[in-house]
């Protein structure tokens, strides 16, 4: 059996692994089970992605899938199952899934990747896709200009929160509106990136983990009484969501747990998984969050379930650390 050693993250899990995913699900579904230590599962995870990977090397896609980046999410747990098991299958869908995403993928001029391989938008959701596979696999200088070029494109300064999404061929916004869960995907994105590859230059990590800590901070300002986010951050006729909170909970506590957040970042971390905890239904679903398969509205999703599972990962790392 697969535990975690706690009984309310394997009634989570177990909700998890009988949700049908999409590719990045699949993804950050390895990202959690590699967290929690469940290296086996891990294996086993990127085994199904392997066999869906696309000809050009997309990872865990099906047939006719438009997601351009969503499969790098599984470039992780596939490079685990290459150095774990020896097999030279997933050392080759490794490469290929980097050469599609540093050479082939769909892109503007200066490089920013294009979510889907029908339209030129960047979503803010590819930063959490791309940026730790990229750091883990040494590719740090384009890591860090993917940051850059969706930073320029969605982050609003005044606010210090990130819109949805931009179109290149219009030259603006194409849902300005700040997404709870968009903003959650670029700090965990960043921060799992900083996990990955510790070893960035000085000057840059600091960088970036300083705009981890002003998009927190932003998104901060929005956390209700219930310890949740709006849908849309500062809509407050939005729903109440749930993985917001989760997404920014990973996000402080990796920060804290990896010394780049101050310690006073720990019990803002667990206040927020606490608040989604709640959320919880007697099944292990994460309930009201931003809903499979559209995400339109409030559901359940795997993705939210595997973000349960890496919070409280990070959670039991951040609190070994003295600070």
Same mark, same amino acid.
């Given at each position: 059996?697969?535990?975690?050693?706690?009984?309310?993250?394997?009634?989570?899990? &177990?909700?998890? #692994? *009988?949700?049908?995913?999409?590719?990045?699900?699949?993804?950050?579904?390895?990202?959690?089970?590699?967290?929690?230590?469940?290296?086996?599962?891990?294996?086993?995870?990127?085994?199904?992605?392997?066999?869906?990977?696309?000809?050009?090397?997309?990872?865990?896609? *099906?047939?006719?899938?438009?997601?351009?980046?969503?499969?790098?999410?599984?470039?992780?747990?596939?490079?685990?199952?290459?150095?774990?098991?020896?097999?030279?299958?997933?050392?080759?869908?490794?490469?290929?899934?980097?050469?599609?995403?540093?050479?082939? $993928?769909?892109?503007?001029? %200066?490089?920013?990747?294009?979510?889907?391989? %029908?339209? =030129?938008?960047?979503? !803010?959701?590819?930063?959490?896709?791309?940026?730790?596979?990229?750091?883990?696999?040494?590719?740090?200088?384009?890591?860090?200009?993917?940051?850059?070029?969706?930073?320029?494109?969605?982050?609003?300064?005044?606010?210090? #929160?990130?819109? $949805?999404?931009?179109?290149? %061929?219009?030259?603006?916004?194409?849902?300005?509106?700040?997404?709870?869960?968009?903003?959650?995907?670029?700090? !965990?994105?960043? $921060?799992?990136?900083?996990?990955?590859?510790?070893?960035?230059?000085?000057?840059?990590?600091?960088?970036?983990?300083?705009?981890?800590?002003?998009?927190?901070?932003?998104?901060?300002?929005?956390?209700? $009484?219930?310890?949740?986010?709006?849908?849309?951050?500062? %809509?407050?006729?939005?729903?109440?969501?749930?993985?917001?909170?989760? &997404?920014?909970?990973?996000?402080?506590?990796?920060?804290?747990?990896?010394?780049?957040?101050? =310690?006073?970042?720990?019990?803002?971390?667990?206040?927020?998984?606490?608040?989604?905890?709640?959320?919880?239904?007697?099944?292990?679903?994460? *309930?009201?969050?931003?809903?499979?398969?559209?995400?339109?509205?409030?559901? *359940?999703?795997?993705? !939210?379930?595997?973000?349960? &599972?890496?919070?409280? !990962?990070?959670?039991?790392?951040?609190?070994?650390?003295?600070?």
């Amino acid at each position: 059996m697969v535990t975690t050693g706690n009984a309310a993250a394997d009634r989570v899990l &177990l909700a998890l #692994l *009988t949700m049908q995913r999409e590719s990045w699900e699949q993804g950050i579904l390895g990202h959690a089970l590699l967290d929690l230590g469940l290296d086996e599962a891990a294996v086993l995870v990127a085994d199904a992605a392997v066999t869906r990977q696309r000809p050009d090397g997309r990872l865990g896609e *099906t047939a006719g899938s438009v997601g351009a980046v969503n499969g790098a999410a599984c470039g992780e747990v596939v490079r685990h199952a290459a150095r774990s098991t020896g097999d030279p299958r997933y050392a080759v869908a490794l490469d290929a899934q980097l050469d599609w995403l540093t050479r082939r $993928a769909p892109r503007a001029a %200066d490089g920013t990747l294009f979510h889907l391989l %029908d339209g =030129r938008q960047v979503w !803010a959701d590819t930063v959490y896709m791309v940026v730790p596979l990229l750091a883990l696999t040494g590719h740090a200088g384009p890591a860090a200009a993917q940051v850059a070029g969706h930073r320029e494109r969605l982050h609003d300064s005044r606010t210090g #929160l990130y819109a $949805a999404r931009w179109d290149e %061929d219009r030259g603006e916004l194409d849902r300005p509106e700040p997404w709870g869960t968009g903003n959650g995907w670029v700090v !965990a994105g960043i $921060a799992r990136a900083l996990r990955l590859a510790p070893d960035w230059p000085g000057p840059l990590r600091a960088e970036l983990a300083g705009h981890v800590e002003e998009v927190l901070t932003a998104c901060l300002a929005y956390r209700g $009484a219930d310890g949740l986010f709006p849908d849309v951050l500062d %809509d407050p006729g939005a729903f109440r969501e749930a993985n917001t909170a989760q &997404l920014l909970g990973y996000a402080a506590l990796t920060g804290v747990a990896d010394g780049w957040l101050p =310690r006073s970042w720990f019990d803002v971390g667990a206040e927020l998984l606490a608040a989604a905890g709640r959320r919880v239904d007697g099944y292990g679903r994460v *309930t009201g969050v931003s809903g499979a398969p559209d995400f339109a509205g409030p559901g *359940t999703s795997p993705e !939210a379930q595997a973000c349960h &599972l890496l919070g409280y !990962a990070a959670l039991r790392r951040a609190a070994l650390n003295p600070g």
